[in-house]
């Protein structure tokens, strides 16, 4: 829950009068907040929603896995899970490593969640308890689950996870009917699907899906049901590629509005669903010729104000911000100047202290072209991926009321 700016002012001991009135005066050069506050990220609900959909109808109505490894993208397992169990699109969860299985589940949750790393017996024999589904994803795999059938007394739901050229993981596509030929393998398995991941080269791609295909009719030759075959990431769906969509898609970046690269981003209508945001701390005049932050890499020209965020690289922010990224307070765009620090970021007001100390600025979010995660990661030289993949897990989150 975010508290308003009138409570907040009210808390610090700050008046509404004093922190909206125009220049301080002199002898009260610097305003500051008696412990600064913390930044935090917003989720929005309704982004995810029109992501989901969208996605969905660029795939001819496919069903969604939604990738929410890494924390989900960044926007928190605990805070993004719910929503997206909640939307039509969605048929299930992906995920890489048992702790983020468990946690998905502890929401509550009530769509498949597929394991697509790999687990020790006592997890996955803890997981399947949990409806979890697991990935046969090594040769050795066999054994184990066979083993885990046995302690079960039933067949365990995996998802087979073929290796069709990416050469990182997965099962070789030309081994896989040898693999599948031992009789007591085949009675502990239950074959939910069968999934490969792109080497996201178009033609490659297609000759990876080729493969899979060709492998599920060879299953059914066996009287073997190979399950709901998915391959195509964020990058496939955007390109598009539509020879890889198979049964169900698979998007992580995508889902939460951002795009692979710079330049499919005039491709489709996506929205960012979240906003970085952080409050003022503090208010400076400088002189001109006085500089600002480590190295005085910005020095005013002019008489210039400053304010301080409380937020900085270890939050998720890129250090390159300051390269050419803006910043949103109240209606108007700010320049970052200076150095992005460890948990501080400056901004330039310029002539006037247009702004409050206690008042909220979005750094990055779908209010302004300008704070696209995509174009951030351009400005500051930074991946894509990085925008999402780097927001720290201890940042407070919170769900947009609209």
């Known amino acids: 829950m975010t508290i308003s700016r009138r409570d907040w002012l009210a808390a610090t001991g700050l008046t509404l009068a004093s ?13 500051e907040v008696p412990g600064g506050l913390e930044p935090w990220l917003e989720v929005d609900p309704a982004a995810l929603a029109h992501n989901a959909a969208t996605l969905s109808r660029l795939t001819g109505g496919r069903s969604i896995i939604a990738m929410v490894k890494n924390n989900a993208y960044g926007l928190g397992l605990e805070t993004a899970g719910p929503i997206l169990d909640r939307l039509p699109a969605i048929w299930g969860f992906g995920v890489v490593r048992p702790g983020e ?9 009530a769509k498949p969640i597929v394991l697509m790393g790999p687990a020790s017996d006592r997890e996955a024999e803890e997981l399947v308890g949990l409806g979890v589904r697991l990935t046969a994803s090594r040769l050795p795999d066999g054994e184990w689950l066979a083993g885990l ?9 995996v998802h087979l996870y073929i290796d069709t050229g990416m050469h990182r993981m997965g099962l070789p596509h030309t081994r896989v009917l040898e693999w599948l030929d031992s009789a007591p393998l085949i009675r502990s398995l239950h074959i939910e699907g069968m999934m490969t ?11 990876q899906a080729r493969r899979l295909t060709a492998l599920a009719e060879a299953l059914r030759g066996r009287g073997i049901t190979p399950g709901l075959l998915h391959a195509a990431s964020s990058d496939a769906i955007v ?46 005049r400088l002189d001109p010729g006085e500089g600002v932050s480590y190295h005085h890499r910005f020095r005013a020209e002019r008489q210039t104000w400053t304010a301080t965020l409380a937020i900085g690289h270890v939050d998720g922010y890129p250090a390159g911000a300051v390269k050419g990224c803006r910043v949103l307070i109240g209606e108007r765009l700010y320049p970052v100047v200076g150095t992005v620090s460890a948990s501080h970021t400056i901004v330039d007001l310029g ?51 609209v």
């Open 19 to 31: 922190a909206g009135s125009a220049a301080p005066a002199r002898s009260h050069r610097r305003i």
């Open 101 to 109: 299985a468990i946690a998905l589940k502890t929401t509550g949750i």
């Open 149 to 157: 059938a046995g302690r079960l007394g039933r067949p365990v739901p």
């Open 197 to 207: 991941e792109l080497v996201e080269d178009e033609e490659f791609d297609r000759e």
């Open 239 to 284: 390109k598009p590629t539509p020879d890889v969509f198979l049964d169900l898609v698979r998007p992580g970046l995508a889902l939460y509005g951002g795009y692979p690269t710079a330049e499919s981003m005039a491709r489709q209508e996506l929205r960012p669903a979240y906003r970085l945001k952080a409050r003022i701390v503090r208010l400076d």
């Open 351 to 401: 002539a006037e202290p247009s702004a409050a100390v206690g008042e909220e600025a979005v750094l990055v979010g779908p209010d302004r072209p300008e704070l696209h995660p995509n174009v951030v990661a351009v400005r500051s030289g930074w991946s894509e991926y990085n925008m999402f993949m780097h927001l720290n897990p201890d940042l407070a989150r919170t769900v947009r009321q």
